[in-house]
């Protein structure tokens, strides 16, 4: 059974999957906004880490890179299915490679509880709002507007716990 932190592709399919049921497919940069207040609420709420990845200050805002490369070959069309990805596990006795049950996962996220109340109150505040009006919000928080210069030259500095916890859409 996973438990916390999960990985970070099977959070983004659960919010995939969560806006195709409500008939409002996100677009790759939507996708990584509510992914971020996702893991910002998380982390909020219960003080552990969600994902087992940093989230990086990027010119439109928070990216979870992972995401990032798994959903970039659809630019700006809306994501309507899962992504499939492959899982490396590796526990000192045995080494193995295969695709990952995303179905599974996802229904395993759909069974915590802690999670899927901070992820389906974030999908329901957020979907409704435009990719850009998210970025907007996201660029409006200190974490992202301090470290503009920086972000703009190329930089990717990784939000700071204490960051995380500030973070607020409302």
Request: charged share 25%.
């Amino acid at each position: 059974m996973m438990k916390p932190p999960y990985n970070p592709i099977d959070v983004a399919n659960y919010i995939v999957a969560e806006a195709v049921k409500r008939n409002q497919p996100v677009t790759h940069l939507k996708l990584q906004k509510i992914l971020y207040y996702v893991v910002a609420k998380y982390l909020q709420n219960y003080d552990e880490p969600l994902i087992a990845e940093d989230v990086v200050k990027w010119q439109y805002g928070p990216v979870v890179k992972s995401v990032y490369h798994q959903f970039k070959i659809l630019g700006s069309l809306q994501i309507t299915e899962l992504s499939e990805y492959i899982e490396f596990k590796d526990d000192k006795k045995l080494f193995s490679v295969k695709w990952a049950n995303v179905d599974a996962n996802v229904k395993t996220l759909e069974s915590d509880l802690k999670f899927a109340i901070v992820a389906n109150t974030v999908i329901d505040d957020l979907l409704n709002e435009s990719a850009f009006r998210l970025v907007d919000i996201t660029h409006a928080e200190p974490a992202w507007r301090n470290f503009e210069p920086e972000i703009l030259q190329g930089f990717e500095p990784c939000y700071s716990e204490d960051e995380l916890k500030a973070a607020t859409y409302g």
